[in-house]
């Protein structure tokens, strides 16, 4: 049995809590931390056994420390923001902690999406004798995880890797974002990076689009290609492959507002000065838009995230799609969020379940691929986020169509 001590009290903060709770013959002693300890106190309020919560600034490692000394956790869970990460892998650091969180440290002023300021802590982790596991959510995390799994069952060689994200829900508001919106709106708006022939190539954003026709009713989508970080860790992790692409549904609506504000200057990242002081206009726009956490009240709809991963078994061209289907109304009905939230926090609850169990422990810093695929992929079939595996000759999709 152990200790957890989670770090942001988000949308998906709110789900991990609520996952950790279910499995108390792991996770024993759970703290929830966050800036606003009042969002911490609402979503302890949520659930059925008593947690403990607390206000700490995640970008003060010495803060971090005295949280860390005050409640003794086994593993931190991050699912604050991407710049919190290094400043909470510092503070592991210095009290020996373990570490897990769902998305790559960024730099606040650029929008880079790499892994390289993280995958330096490799030798100081495996000194500590600590685990970082990166990107334990759903895209990158249970994605990276059906990359593994094919390779292991299905593939002798991973040639060709289409990761398709469609989220069939409708939240009924005219523009609202899943996640956390100044993210999610400067991963769309970043410039497109596929990988092709050894190296990354650089398209302008959302410039190639495709329709996809998802499994089991969930519809007809139009998707574009943009760039997500889980491709620069499995095409290191996984050398044999020749293109790999990321694929994301947007809604005609969503995308109309998106150039309104992108041409009218609101989603830039750099400072501007107003009224005698200095904004980042897309942190104003995040303050005016709806909180992503709000959502599940009015969400309809199903998600369904998947891979397509086409190559070589004995000799032969083969090929799998690997996905999962998640329903807005019944992740609501369980706790209180809409399906971005939960498809996001189960894989954060499942990835600590398998450090803590010993499943995945290892000293240094890892992707998910990097670890066996089998005890994750078990616990997401009973933990809320069932997959299926179809040959790839029933998807009818072809991204060069
Ligand atoms: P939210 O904005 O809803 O929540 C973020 C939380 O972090 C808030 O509670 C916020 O506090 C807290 N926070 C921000 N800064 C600090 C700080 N300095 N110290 C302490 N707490 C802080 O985001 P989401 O829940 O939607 O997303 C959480 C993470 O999950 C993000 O990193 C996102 O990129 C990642 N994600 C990963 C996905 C995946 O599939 N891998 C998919 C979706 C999200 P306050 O409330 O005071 O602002």
């Not at 400067?186 to 990076?193: D, L, Q």
């Not at 009713?217 to 139009?222: D, K, L, M, P, S």
């Not at 078994?313 to 992740?331: L, P, S």
Request: net charge negative.
């Amino acid at each position: 049995m152990a200790r957890v001590l989670i770090i942001g009290a988000g949308g998906v903060g709110q789900v991990v809590a609520h996952k950790c709770a279910q499995v108390p013959e792991v996770f024993e002693y759970i703290c929830l931390a966050s800036r606003t300890q009042s969002k911490c106190d609402a979503i302890a309020g949520q659930l059925t056994r008593p947690i403990d919560t607390a206000q700490v600034d995640a970008d003060n490692v010495a803060e971090m420390v005295a949280l860390i000394n005050d409640t003794t956790p086994d593993l931190v869970i991050n699912v604050a923001l991407p710049y919190q990460d290094l400043s909470i892998m510092d503070a592991c650091l210095e009290t020996g902690t373990h570490y897990l969180d769902t998305a790559n440290y960024e730099p606040r002023d650029t929008a880079k999406f790499e892994y390289h300021w993280q995958w330096a802590y490799q030798e100081k982790f495996k000194e500590k004798g600590i685990m970082a596991l990166l990107g334990s959510g759903f895209d990158p995390g249970v994605t990276n995880v059906f990359t593994a799994y094919a390779a292991k069952h299905h593939l002798d060689e991973i040639e060709y890797l289409d990761i398709v994200d469609v989220n069939g829900g409708d939240h009924g508001k005219p523009f609202a974002t899943n996640f956390n919106p100044e993210i999610n709106i400067r991963e769309v708006t970043a410039p497109c990076r596929h990988y092709e022939d050894g190296a990354f190539r650089e398209t302008p954003a959302m410039s190639r689009k495709s329709t996809f026709t998802c499994p089991d009713g969930v519809g007809e989508y139009t998707i574009y290609r943009m760039y997500h970080e889980e491709l620069e860790s499995l095409t290191r992790h996984f050398s044999g492959i020749k293109k790999a692409q990321f694929w994301m549904s947007f809604s005609p609506n969503y995308i109309n507002h998106l150039q309104v504000l992108q041409n009218v200057g609101m989603t830039r990242i750099d400072e501007v000065e107003y009224q005698g002081r200095k904004i980042v206009p897309l942190q104003f726009l995040k303050a005016v838009l709806p909180n992503p956490g709000d959502l599940g009240q009015t969400t309809k709809g199903r998600t369904c995230i998947g891979n397509i991963i086409r190559g070589k078994k004995d000799g032969k061209d083969v090929g799998v799609y690997i996905y999962n289907i998640c329903d807005h109304e019944a992740c609501f009905r369980e706790v209180g969020s809409q399906a971005i939230s939960y498809t996001t926090g189960v894989p954060a609850m499942v990835g600590a379940m398998m450090m803590l169990t010993g499943k995945w422990m290892t000293p240094g810093v890892f992707n998910m691929e990097q670890m066996d695929p089998d005890p994750f992929m078990e616990k997401l079939n009973i933990h809320g986020l069932p997959w299926k595996v179809v040959e790839s000759a029933t998807i009818g999709w072809n991204p060069e169509d």
